[in-house]
């Protein structure tokens, strides 16, 4: 049912009255609303803007936030209004909504910000008016174009085990990761260039001898040129081999256009190669010779804009195919009546109707070459009309596939630009930063806190005795350095800690133990893998001092490594962590799993073993000042590398 | 002879063309003005309508102030104009009967709320109207079901005004019922409303015979009450 049609329904069963008298069966009751209120004005205050209507107006939609009870919670007893933290300026368009019926999206609005606060509101966006439904969905599509150019972006990162094929695969497809492939990429350039140059030449007259007529340069100097032709072709060849063994579906690689570009830029000098010496052939062996102009078409692999190109065009497909027709129509109409117009005058070129095919095709593309002019009044006249109307009906598809090539060299102007590596490091540097700043806090309030907690055991005994003025400075000062927000976010992360018995530490401390160890350089895993893995310490963790099966997550250093990877790698863990005797599965959760069982085995097992992602022994953060002494036997974390 | 049919055939385009080019400037005038004519007169029918005041129609009908600015704020959303034209009432009541064809008996709604049967409600007309069915006495009550059944307001019921009640009531109904709805339910209900109803068996149901009945059935007279708190 409508909203609006609502306020008609009481209309709607008083006049059920009429059903009353023809009725047999007793009705039902009617029910009746408990607390019946008189309409009455509610204030709802976004972020200071009131905006005010009736009850009624809200109810009209009861499934919508507004509409239902869940606005009570929205509800400030003192002030007696409605209070929403939201954008007011989106919000006028969903009060609108329940006013009227119909959402409209205003075009100046940011369509990720506008779908959230719907979201917020509890209102579909399926729901937008026909007014601006296409507005909104064209928005909503150039959006999730650029976040999955932004995606595709991440996808770059290079994974570490890589075999030899795939990483030529993306050396190929991307000249930039390597030096190697970026070699390979300008020298296959400079060979296509080589190439195409070298045809160009070989048809240009060379000087001649006095006696002979001029003759190109490809017969005066054969041999160079042959030889020159053969060293492209034989570099085309190895690329074309070369590529074909690295990608990562032949099949797939050999229908595309690029590589049939490949083979038919190399095939002529291969078929020549074989047809020299037969003599009826050699007229097709000169044809074969303009297949090498396709030479040129690899360039595309090079340039971006020539690709661009390439998918405009096969994106406008129907506006060209338009065109072209159109096009037919008219030189067909005007050729016709052209050549009827022509017949009478004598030594006419309209000899027949195809052959004004060509003065239509020149006199509409405005070209006017002059090898066929109408010279009867009729022919004029209609050769006129012909030209002008030649300008508009070319010129009116033009636009559309302009827009399009326009639309798409910008988006990937775009993706070009963040690719850049620039960019990209500069803005996650400063996102690290801001990163490390939290973390930092964190490990500085931790030391000043187990400084505090050191204190406390150092002077329990004394605690009667000494001033409680003292210690109580001592907090104040450490405490006056960090808010409440701040505490509670310290407290929950040693919370974390206490709970997974790792500590954090900074990026340096951990870098250097891993050097230390020895061994290779993960990246590590994003913080929130990490906290998941925590799992509530195994047995023989907490107070035993030998034997200590931590966990190979990266609790701790995942903290402060930054914009790290989705990927975990729980291969390379493996061959360290050897807790369990039996060879993990990859799975998180069997790792969670599993570490309680057989940490009763481990117990009794005399040789322990680590990830080298565990933290660090107490002694190494002597950094910070004996304060960490006391606390040692609290945290016990063994860094041992050994092998089962 | 074929040259010159071209010539002519070349002159005849070049005069189209000139027309058209003409036409551009304004300055062939007779074509153009004939469709202008035609748009002025849909203008002036969609004319706005204001209702009596407030102070009236609180004399006119039982309703208190409150309650007509509520039904008017109501009224006024869904037609800005201030008049329903019957097309739009249709729509509006339809649209609770979504299983069914509501037209019919919109129709014979519409005639019953049209007091002065000028093809569209105005809000004093919806208003009086509601004022009787939810605020007016039962003796009033069932003057308005006899209204609306009268349809063509001579004071009789005949069995055809009532078979065509019956059949737009069935209709709302719908084609998903349980038990189906056959063909001849609306008669067989007809006939029992009027051996009911027509005490002296002459064929019509006076206004008279009707509210005597009514009265004395329990059922009626306890659904009348039914809707006493709608607003």
Not at chain 1, 44 to 69: A, I, K, Y
Not at chain 1, 171 to 187: C, D, G, K, Q, R
Not at chain 2, 206 to 225: A, G, L, P
Request: hydrophobic residues 40%; negative net charge.
């Amino acid at each position: 049912m409508a909203a609006g049609v609502a306020a008609w329904l009481p209309f709607a069963r008083a006049a059920a009255i009429g059903w009353m008298p023809v009725a047999n069966l007793p009705m039902p009751v009617a029910p009746t609303e408990k607390n019946k209120r008189q309409d009455e004005l509610i204030i709802l205050n976004v972020s200071g803007r009131r905006f005010e209507t009736w009850r009624n107006t809200l109810d009209r939609f009861p499934d919508t936030l507004l509409g239902s009870s869940e606005k009570e919670f929205f509800y400030n007893e003192e002030t007696k209004e409605y209070f929403f933290d939201r954008d007011p300026d989106v919000f006028r368009n969903v009060l609108n909504f329940y006013r009227t019926g119909k959402l409209h999206y205003p075009r100046y609005e940011c369509i990720s910000s506008y779908e959230e606060e719907l979201a917020f509101f509890g209102i579909i966006s399926e729901i937008i008016g026909d007014c601006c439904y296409e507005e909104f969905k064209d928005r909503k599509r150039e959006n999730a174009e650029r976040l999955m150019d932004d995606q595709e972006d991440n996808k770059d990162a290079k994974l570490p085990n890589m075999t030899f094929r795939e990483t030529m695969w993306r050396a190929f497809e991307n000249p930039h990761t390597s030096t190697m492939a970026l070699v390979f990429y300008y020298v296959t350039g400079f060979f296509i260039a080589v190439s195409v140059i070298t045809n160009v030449v070989e048809t240009v007259p060379c000087g001649s001898s006095p006696n002979q007529k001029e003759v190109p340069c490809g017969v005066r100097y054969t041999v160079a040129f042959f030889c020159m032709d053969t060293a492209c072709v034989m570099i085309f060849t190895v690329e074309y081999l070369m590529r074909l063994f690295a990608a990562p579906s032949r099949y797939r690689f050999m229908r595309s256009v690029m590589s049939i570009i490949d083979v038919v830029a190399i095939l002529p000098y291969y078929i020549g190669l074989v047809m020299t010496d037969n003599e009826d052939v050699s007229g097709a062996f000169v044809t074969l010779r303009v297949f090498r102009v396709f030479r040129i078409f690899k360039f595309s692999r090079h340039s971006q804009g020539l690709r661009i190109l390439g998918y405009t065009l096969k994106s406008c497909a129907s506006e060209l195919g338009f065109l072209l027709f159109s096009l037919t129509m008219a030189i067909i109409i005007f050729a016709t009546v052209m050549f009827y117009a022509e017949k009478g005058s004598s030594s006419s070129k309209f000899t027949s109707i195809p052959a004004s095919f060509w003065y239509t095709i020149v006199t509409m593309t405005t070209l006017g070459y002059g090898d066929m002019v109408p010279k009867t009044i009729a022919g004029k006249i209609f050769g006129s009309i012909c030209s002008l109307s030649g300008v508009l009906v070319i010129a009116l598809p033009v636009p559309v596939i302009v827009s399009n090539f326009s639309r798409i060299y910008h988006q990937n102007q775009r993706a070009d630009k963040r690719r850049a590596q620039k960019v990209q490091k500069a803005r996650l540097a400063r996102i690290r930063i801001s990163k490390e700043g939290s973390s930092n806090a964190f490990l500085h309030s931790k030391r000043n806190g187990l400084f505090n907690e050191a204190l406390e055991f150092t002077q329990l005994p004394y605690k009667m005795n000494l001033s409680n003025q003292s210690s109580t400075e001592e907090e104040q000062r450490l405490t006056k350095s960090t808010s409440l927000l701040e505490s509670q976010h310290h407290h929950l992360l040693h919370c974390l800690e206490k709970t997974t018995n790792h500590e954090f530490v900074d990026e340096q401390y951990y870098q250097q133990s891993y050097l230390e160890a020895g061994l290779q350089n993960y990246p590590s895993r994003s913080p929130s893998l990490s906290s998941q893995d925590g799992v509530t310490g195994t047995c023989c963790t907490r107070r035993s001092k030998k034997h200590h099966t931590p966990l190979p997550n990266a609790s701790g250093p995942a903290h402060m490594q930054p914009l790290t990877h989705a990927h975990t790698h729980q291969q390379g863990l493996q061959e360290l962590s050897t807790i369990h005797i039996q060879p993990l599965t990859t799975s998180r959760s069997s790792l969670n799993m599993r570490v309680d069982e057989p940490a009763s085995m481990n117990c009794q097992s005399s040789q322990i073993t680590t990830a080298i992602i565990s933290i660090p022994t107490p002694p190494v953060t002597t950094p910070e000042g004996d304060a960490h002494l006391p606390a040692g036997p609290i945290h016990q974390n063994v860094v041992k590398v050994s092998a089962l | 002879m074929g040259i010159q049919g071209m010539e002519l055939f070349a002159i005849g385009v070049v005069i189209i063309l000139f027309m058209a080019v003409l036409k551009q400037f304004g300055i062939l005038e007779p074509m153009s003005s004939f469709e202008d004519n035609s748009d002025s007169d849909l203008e002036l029918s969609t004319v706005r309508h204001q209702p009596e005041g407030l102070d009236q129609l609180q004399a006119q009908t039982k309703f208190t102030r409150k309650e007509l600015q509520s039904l008017y704020r109501g009224f006024k959303n869904e037609c800005p104009s201030g008049l329903v034209d019957e097309e739009t009432f249709k729509t509006i009541y339809s649209q609770f009967f979504p299983q069914g064809d509501a037209t019919t008996y919109a129709h014979f709604l519409f005639n019953a709320f049209d007091i002065d049967r000028n093809g569209s409600i105005r809000f004093e007309d919806f208003v009086i109207g509601l004022s009787v069915l939810l605020r007016g006495s039962v003796t009033e009550k069932l003057n308005w079901a006899f209204n609306l059944y009268d349809i063509n307001k001579d004071g009789y019921i005949t069995k055809e005004e009532m078979l065509a009640i019956m059949k737009s009531i069935y209709d709302m109904m719908g084609r998903y019922t349980y038990p189906c709805v056959r063909d001849e339910a609306p008669s067989e209900h007809v006939e029992k409303f009027f051996q009911k109803m027509d005490k002296n068996r002459d064929g019509v149901v006076t206004i008279e015979e009707f509210i005597e009945t009514c009265q004395k059935d329990e059922n009626i007279m306890n659904s009348m009450q039914l809707f006493e708190n709608v607003i």
